[in-house]
């Protein structure tokens, strides 16, 4: 069982639907990533969190929105999508960002499919 | 030139077989190198963090050679389980870490009966 958790695995949504992908570790980690990975691509990073403040934003468009309520979890918040947004989005999580802390621990993922 | 790179393969090794697999990187200022393997479907997991003196985890082994820029993955005696994408995953920069990890585009090893 993966120490990160995703929900939902699978989630299919039309281009004016709001939706919310939602994300889980209980491992003490400080720092929490999303990234997204297309098929036979490695996952590219979107955002980082940092002690529950967003630290990365790799110019992600805003339609995407990423959230940190507490330590323990990390939202991403969609609306307005496009078909070409269809993908894995991955959660990750490590000790900190820090040289040496930065060990990923994924989730299993959400298979997002845009209609 | 791009900051990770990997030969994509496939890799298509026969059973018991052994297979490296290189991996170079571009900064040279890069100090932490991991190894993750993705099968199908599936989220990427850690194989192995490589450090400078080499590391070994049954039979795989992890080489770091800084002159070189490169990092390198050997398996010895493949098993069909084997079969997978492996990442090759650097830290750019150092001690200024952002979190910003770098992947390879990952290399396929697929291990035939």
């Known amino acids: 069982d993966t120490e990160v958790t995703q929900t939902p695995k699978h989630l299919v949504m039309g281009m004016t639907n709001k939706k919310s992908l939602k994300c889980e570790q209980h491992?003490?980690?400080?720092?929490m990533y999303w990234y997204k990975q297309k098929a036979k691509k490695p996952p590219e990073l979107m955002f980082v969190?940092?002690?529950?403040?967003?630290?990365i934003n790799e110019s992600v468009p805003s339609r995407f929105s990423p959230e940190c309520p507490n330590s323990s979890l990390l939202n991403l918040h969609l609306h307005a999508l496009q078909p070409e947004d269809s993908a894995l989005y991955l959660c990750a999580s490590s000790q900190g960002q820090s040289s040496g802390a930065n060990v990923l621990t994924f989730g299993a993922g959400s298979r997002l499919t845009v209609l | 030139r791009k900051e990770v790179e990997q030969d994509p393969g496939p890799f298509n090794v026969p059973e018991g077989a052994t297979v490296a697999f290189n991996c170079t990187y571009s900064?040279?200022?890069?100090?932490?190198f991991f190894w993750y393997r993705q099968d199908c479907r599936k989220e990427p997991k850690l194989l192995m963090s490589v450090y400078s003196s080499g590391n070994e985890d049954g039979r795989f082994t992890a080489q770091l050679n800084r002159a070189s820029q490169y990092i390198s993955l050997l398996i010895r005696d493949s098993k069909l389980s084997d079969s997978a994408t492996y990442l090759c995953?650097?830290?750019?920069?150092?001690?200024?870490?952002?979190?910003?990890?770098?992947f390879g585009q990952g290399t396929t090893l697929q291990v035939k009966p």
């Open positions: 969190y940092s002690y529950e403040k967003l630290s």
């Open positions: 900064n040279s200022a890069s100090q932490s």
């Open positions: 995953v650097v830290n750019p920069l150092g001690s200024s870490n952002t979190g910003k990890l770098i």
């Open positions: 491992m003490g980690h400080r720092a």
